[in-house]
């Protein structure tokens, strides 16, 4: 039998709830002095995280990554594709 893999659906983290986790998977339309701020914070690709709050207005989110808590306004988010776990 061949092995299954396992489907994620493919989202950016700004479309997430409070609570779900997901794992980094890219970053879109990101240029590379914004990249590697994301980078610089913790955000790698392939990186785990959950998401602990959701400002009322949606901005900004509060983020728990590798340990630490982490707050990225909603227009940085737009930009970081991720998969639900």
Do not use: N
């Not at 808590?69 to 991720?82: F, G, N, P, T, Y």
Request: net charge positive; aromatic share 6%; proline share 5%.
């Amino acid at each position: 039998m061949m092995p299954v893999e396992k489907i994620y659906m493919k989202v950016t983290l700004g479309e997430l709830k409070t609570g779900e986790c997901g794992r980094v998977t890219a970053f879109a339309d990101a240029g590379s002095a914004y990249r590697r701020k994301l980078l610089a914070m913790g955000l790698t690709p392939g990186t785990r995280f959950t998401v602990c709050r959701v400002a009322p207005l949606g901005d900004p989110i509060q983020l728990e990554v590798r340990g630490f808590q982490l707050s990225i306004r909603k227009d940085e988010a737009a930009v970081i594709e991720v998969s639900r776990t």
